[in-house]
Nanobody, 120 residues
Framework: QVQLVESGGGLVQPGGSLRLSCVAS????????MAWHRQAPGKERALVAG???????NYGDSVKGRVTIFRDNAKNTVYLEMNSLKPEDTAVYYCSAGRYFGTSYQWDYWGQGTQVTVSS
């Protein structure tokens, strides 16, 4: 089992930046694809960004160009750097770990989530 703990959420003004962190338990972190998803009230959970073990990334259309996902395998940590934040980015952000199958991911483990609120 893999436990994921997110941190870094909070209140930020529109146009601001925020970095989320997710620390994974265990010694097999480098083997997993990692991702950030988000879910706003009344909305379906959506992919924000994913990263494969060796660094290949993909991004959701709603955030493309404004966020960067990266990982530090030595620290069992994946990050989400968010820039030019908009009110519509307000959501609970979830960290996940899973596997990549060529064109899609299977997410096996989820964190508890961290709230991001973008408001002036």
């Amino acid at each position: 089992q893999v436990q994921l703990v997110e941190s870094g959420g909070g209140l930020v003004q529109p146009g601001g930046s925020l970095r989320l962190s997710c620390v994974a338990s265990g010694s097999t972190f480098s083997m997993y694809a990692m991702a950030w998803h988000r879910q706003a009230p009344g909305k379906e959970r959506a992919l924000v960004a994913g990263i494969r073990p060796f660094g290949n990334t993909n991004y959701g259309d709603s955030v493309k160009g404004r966020v960067t996902i990266f990982r530090d395998n030595a620290k069992n940590t994946v990050y989400l750097e968010m820039n030019s934040l908009k009110p519509e980015d307000t959501a609970v952000y979830y960290c996940s770990a899973g596997r990549y199958f060529g064109t899609s991911y299977q997410w096996d483990y989820w964190g508890q989530g961290t709230q991001v609120t973008v408001s002036s």
